[in-house]
């Protein structure tokens, strides 16, 4: 019996490796001598780089950063030796995590930390750097971070612009001069699961603002300014990416990774998938366990499971997931390779208690489906 345990993380609750280990816990009290080959997965946002990492062998590096309010901090980006690979959650320096509820502000947050830990990989030696930029405090278009690799921009007056997406909408001049050379030599990779464009009604202002702290008025000020901006990218760099998917994902960091990197966007669960060997490791298996926090509908729109499932299904494995609760519309997965869904609760609880107990419930989940498989089995 092979299985492969190929989960996210459980927010507020527990890391993927730990939600692989519990669930491994469970199968081994039914299966003793069965092979189990953990996967710890992550869809591109808060995770990406400890799941790389655990599967990979990786290194976890530190640097200190302006945070997206500007204030230091302490941000960890993950480098694999062996293929000189950086990866780079850009929640670490730039994320909403990082802000208190009552001091966020789309209009001044920026993405320069991020910046500064692109270039702590390229002081690496970095050949490819994985961006993965979900999660994100920001809606300054990535202006911040190319600052941080050497991008000036002016206003009218020749000064730099402030902080934040709202100071595009003074911008006059963009320098490129200062830009590191190092960049063009490098391949950057975006993983996310947003597929947004910069600017409009479903652009990064009007559906990532206000959970950012931007009022009705602000969004169309910021939706402004970062139209304002790309005109000028579009004007230095000979090319407009707005339009494209995915250039409104992290409040616009996927347009300036795109237009300033040519960074190619790929789902986040794709590029971990491809970096962990999942394909490689669901080969002859005859199971694949997969789960989340909340499984659900928006599932479909590239988080883990759906994508674990995807590779699942080519090679004919089915598919099961274990997750902290089953949401409106979850049963549409069952048209895309998953076979079974079970939420972990048994008994009325508190979320609290939940993510307290996750341990204990994953493992009680995982028998409770072992056994279940086993019969089914023995019987077939």
């Not at 459980?10 to 993927?16: E, G, H, I, Y």
């Not at 995770?47 to 990492?53: K, P, Q």
């Not at 994508?307 to 997750?323: L, S, W, Y």
């Not at 902290?324 to 079970?342: K, R, S, W």
Request: proline share 5%; hydrophobic share 45%; net charge negative.
């Amino acid at each position: 019996m092979k299985i492969v345990i190929a989960p996210d993380s459980f927010k507020d609750s527990l890391s993927a490796q730990g939600v692989a280990d519990a669930i491994a816990l469970g199968l081994s009290e039914v299966w003793p001598d069965a092979q189990l080959i953990k996967c710890p997965m992550a869809d591109g946002g808060e995770g990406t780089v400890e799941s790389v990492l655990a599967a990979c062998d990786g290194q976890l590096r530190h640097a200190t950063v302006q945070g997206p309010l500007g204030t230091p901090v302490e941000a960890a980006w993950g480098w694999l030796p062996h293929s000189h690979t950086a990866i780079i959650e850009m929640a670490e320096a730039s994320g909403l995590q990082l802000v208190p509820l009552d001091q966020r502000d789309a209009c001044i947050s920026s993405t320069f930390g991020t910046g500064e830990l692109i270039r702590a990989a390229l002081d690496a030696g970095a050949q490819r750097v994985i961006l993965a930029i979900g999660g994100s405090a920001t809606n300054d278009g990535g202006a911040g971070a190319m600052q941080a690799m050497g991008v000036k921009l002016l206003d009218a007056q020749g000064q730099t612009l402030a902080p934040g997406g709202l100071a595009l909408a003074e911008l006059f001049r963009i320098d490129l001069s200062g830009l590191d050379p190092r960049l063009a030599e490098v391949r950057f990779d975006i993983a996310a699961d947003v597929n947004n464009p910069l600017c409009g009604p479903h652009g990064a202002s009007a559906i990532f603002g206000p959970q950012k702290g931007a009022s009705p008025e602000q969004v169309q000020l910021l939706d402004h300014a970062l139209g304002h901006f790309a005109d000028h990218c579009a004007n230095v760099l000979s090319k407009d990416v707005r339009d494209e998917p995915g250039s409104g994902a992290a409040g616009g960091l996927g347009f300036a990774a795109k237009a300033f990197l040519g960074a190619q966007f790929k789902a986040g669960v794709d590029v971990v998938a491809e970096l962990v060997g999942l394909a490689d490791a669901v080969q002859n298996a005859d199971l694949v366990i997969t789960g989340e926090g909340r499984f659900d509908a928006q599932t479909l729109r590239g988080k883990t499971p759906f994508g674990v499932a995807r590779i699942a299904r080519q090679q004919g494995v089915p598919v099961i997931v274990i997750a902290g609760t089953l949401g409106e519309g979850y049963q549409a997965l069952y048209e895309h390779g998953i076979d079974a869904a079970f939420a972990l609760a048994s008994g009325p609880m508190t979320l609290v208690q939940a993510c307290n107990e996750a341990p204990r419930l994953l493992r009680e989940r995982a028998s409770d489906i072992a056994r279940v498989w086993r019969v089914a089995r023995n019987n077939a």
